[in-house]
């Protein structure tokens, strides 16, 4: 039976190349959606994310029932879950950027701006790095991936980190969830290849 991936819309996120990469990925059904009814019988959710986390956050909010299905499929559900970018960024407890803003609360942590050890270091930390796994996980593995963004998360549950100026989270996961801080989507046969496993995955 093909699976159902709901991929969520909420006005903040590279919405068409995620599914496009998603179904190159090998994925049936992808379905670009802002309805919790839809995401609450999806057999595997994507949370995408581009912006300012507090905004990101409000928007996805302001959804209705968005997050309260999303709780409810992936906390209480189990179903594979991944967060890209500012979807991994919202897994967390809170966010400071403008301000303090409350995150899903899934992964305890926080996202503040980015402060290189190396004042040469720009930021926004941009273009291809290396991902390191801190612990062995089933979707992450060693390679180069795509970044953009000028804050980072710091917390529970690190499963891969970067270098930029100083080590920098790469991906966040527990049980059913994943959080990649990079762009799959923009990240070529390595970015692929990880979606690939995200739709094989049985947590």
Known sequence: ??????????????LHSVANALKAAGASTVEITANAAVVAVADRIVLPGVGAFGACA??????????????????????????????????????????????????????????????????????????????????????EAYFLHSYAFSGRDVIATTGHGGSVVAAIGRANMLGVQFHPEKSQRYGLALLERFLRWRP
């Not at 991929?7 to 903040?12: K, P, S, T, W």
């Not at 879950?81 to 919202?90: E, N, T």
């Open 1 to 14: 039976m093909a699976e159902h991936v709901a991929l969520i819309d909420y006005g903040a996120g590279n």
């Open 58 to 143: 409000a928007a996805l909010r302001a959804l209705p029932g968005m997050t309260e299905a999303l709780t409810v499929r992936v906390i209480g559900g189990g179903v594979p879950f991944l967060g890209i970018c500012v979807g991994m960024q919202l897994m967390a407890t809170r966010g400071l950027e403008f301000g303090t803003h409350p995150g899903l609360d899934w992964i305890s942590g926080e996202v503040a701006a980015m402060t290189p050890e190396d004042p040469d270091a720009r930021i926004p930390h941009m273009g291809w790095n290396d991902v390191a796994p801190t612990v062995a996980h089933p979707l992450i593995e060693p390679g």
